[in-house]
């Protein structure tokens, strides 16, 4: 019998099983495929904020941005440089590995091949290297990922918006201080060129449909071979509820991934840390009760909540756009005082500041008109 159960080994579910191992609870780790960090289904570009949040060392870095290139449909890309570290590009293979060693070093059992088959009340059947077995526990954490199967188990809904994701690693020599963006490549999110030194690069797009043909044109002629290639999901929008029976759920089990920027790692891993507070309180007063399991939702809500409801404001409002309202929204960024204001307030993970900033300008306000309508009003004061 353990205190507590976690279901997955990325970034969210071992910062959770650290944390609850560190608060005194027997737990134990449950991940469904035999090699932590793989396979790998991530851009790998973590602010600065994000990469502290998961508490280690500096072995996952592969290189380090302090800006960004935004490419408009023809002309000139606006340039945002700060010219200091804004953001690490990291092997998330080593960063998983190293957040699950963290885990058990603090207490915390693992099972990799293992995966919640079921749930009976407070007993998960698990199926895997030891066969099937029975594993009792006072409180579930679920972080197994974009499609949850605990979270469909306990019909606590979808994310509202699904994303195919493709990203290739290839031969291209790029600026190693800026990641590229390019809204035109996916019309309903948004493609990507990370720079990872040694004249390699990562580049991928989210979106709907057959995103192979856009990855060629991302790609076009500039890249000298492709040395890896991976897909995978991205889920925005959070679940209706992040709690049931004895259960919470955590980072993109629930739909926590930032719809501003697909990134999943700050949010899971915030939201793994009050899900353990939450389950530390319950096993101490051994009180797992509806209103006592609300407190999770309540402690993300206030941490982060307000981010991701913009976050999802501002990507419906972005599918709506034409390719001449984007470019024009570029254009007007390109203003010397608004790159101020974007370098003093923009933050990857919170970004509702720099919204409300830039929102009230009237250059802005004349290119962004359709971002203003319906709810994202409600964010600018």
Known sequence: MYDVVVAGAGP????????????????????????????????????????????????????TVTGARFFPSAGEPLVIDAGVPKAHVVDRGILDREMAGAAARAGAEFRLKTSVVSLRGNTAVTKGVRGREEVGFSLLIAADGVRS????????????????GLQAEVLLPTDPRLVEVHPHASPTFFGWVIPLGNGRARVGLCGGGDLRPRLAGLLG???????????????????PRTYGPRTLVAG?????????SGGGVYTGVRAARHAATVAADCCRRGSF?????????????????????????????????????????????????????????????????????????????????????????????
């Open 12 to 63: 969210a579910g071992s910062a959770a099983a650290r944390a609850c191992a560190e608060a005194g609870l027997r737990t134990l780790c449950i991940e469904e495929h035999g090699t932590i960090g793989h396979p790998i289904q991530c851009a790998g570009l973590l602010s600065l904020g994000a990469f502290a949040e998961c508490r280690v060392s500096t072995r996952p870095v592969i290189a």
């Open 149 to 164: 199967s605990i979270a469909r188990m306990l019909g606590l809904g979808r994310p509202a918006c699904l994303l195919g």
């Open 221 to 239: 002629t500039r890249g000298g071979g492709i040395l890896d290639l991976v897909s995978g999901a991205l889920p925005l929008g959070v679940l």
């Open 252 to 260: 993109d089990a629930a739909g926590m991934a930032k719809p501003t």
């Open 289 to 381: 009760r509806e209103r006592d399991l609300a407190r999770y939702e309540e402690l993300w809500k206030a941490d982060f909540g307000r981010e991701l409801a913009l976050g999802m404001a501002v990507l419906r409002a972005r599918q709506e756009l034409s390719a001449a309202e984007l470019d024009a929204i570029l254009s007007a960024l390109r203003d010397p005082e608004i790159v101020r204001e974007i370098l003093e307030a923009g933050d990857m993970d919170r970004p509702s500041t720099l919204f409300r900033r830039l929102v009230v300008r009237p250059r802005v306000i004349r290119a962004a008109g359709i971002l203003l309508r319906g709810g994202l009003r409600s964010f600018i004061t």
